[in-house]
Nanobody, 118 residues
């Protein structure tokens, strides 16, 4: 079974930057797409960015031009570089992975809080 652990969240002023990391660990496994989602209080969880194993990316309109997603397959790690942060980016950020082996399964991390002060 794959286990995801996020890190890098915190408190930052408007205009600042943060880099989130998500490491996948476990026994023998294969992961396809990985992504970052966020959920603000009282709102639904939404996609921020996703990346395929081959490196193709999908960025939400709200994050385009400010956020970059990348991954290191050798380290089973996905990153989210967040620049020009705004108060409306405040949310719990979750990592998600599509496990392909040993079985198809969606895996979520426990989340990391990002707070942007104005």
């Amino acid at each position: 079974q794959v286990h995801l652990v996020e890190s890098g969240g915190g408190l930052v002023q408007s205009g600042g930057s943060l880099r989130l990391s998500c490491v996948a660990s476990g026994t023998i496994f294969v992961i396809d797409d990985m992504g970052w989602y966020r959920q603000a209080p009282g709102k639904e969880r939404e996609l921020v960015a996703s990346i395929s194993r081959g490196g193709s990316t999908n960025i939400a309109d709200s994050a385009k031009g400010r956020f970059t997603i990348s991954r290191d397959n050798a380290k089973n790690t996905v990153y989210l570089q967040m620049n020009s942060l705004k108060p409306e980016d405040t949310a719990v950020y979750y990592c998600k992975a599509n496990q392909k082996f040993p079985k198809l399964r969606l895996v979520w991390g426990q989340g990391t809080q990002v707070t942007v002060s104005s």
